[in-house]
């Protein structure tokens, strides 16, 4: 059984960083595509990144570029969100996922059949 663990949310001021992890079991971890997800309250979940470690082609939400950075490492069956620069708008649940076959680093939630239970991400003013 596949599970995805997230961890390193929390609370920061504007302009500073975070690292999210997420760690994965029960599948060779990289042999499908990989993601991260946000979900502010009363707004639908977004992808932030995705990657593909294989191919290393990697996508990112016009919000994250220039200031998340998404990576994975193999030997740790865990992949990582360097988050810099901050801001208020990007509080929220940050979720992992992956993909049950593809290799496509996809931005659609539905396009993932395996997702963690997610790390609150509150950046203060």
């Known amino acids: 059984q596949v599970q995805l663990v997230e961890s390193g949310g929390g609370l920061v001021q504007v302009g500073g960083s975070l690292r999210l992890s997420c760690e994965v079991s029960?599948?060779?971890?990289?042999?499908?595509?990989m993601g991260w997800f946000r979900q502010a309250p009363g707004k639908e979940r977004e992808c932030v990144a995705a990657?593909?470690?294989?191919?290393?082609?990697?996508n990112y939400a016009d919000s994250g570029k220039g200031r998340f950075t998404i990576s994975g490492d193999n030997a740790k069956n865990t992949m990582f969100l360097q988050m810099n620069s901050l801001k208020p708008e990007d509080t929220a649940v940050y979720y992992c996922a992956a993909r049950r076959f593809s290799a496509v680093p996809a931005t659609t939630p539905s396009q993932y059949a395996y997702w963690g239970q997610g790390t609150q991400v509150t950046v203060s003013s």
């Open positions: 029960g599948r060779t971890f990289g042999s499908t595509a």
């Open positions: 990657i593909n470690w294989s191919g290393a082609n990697t």
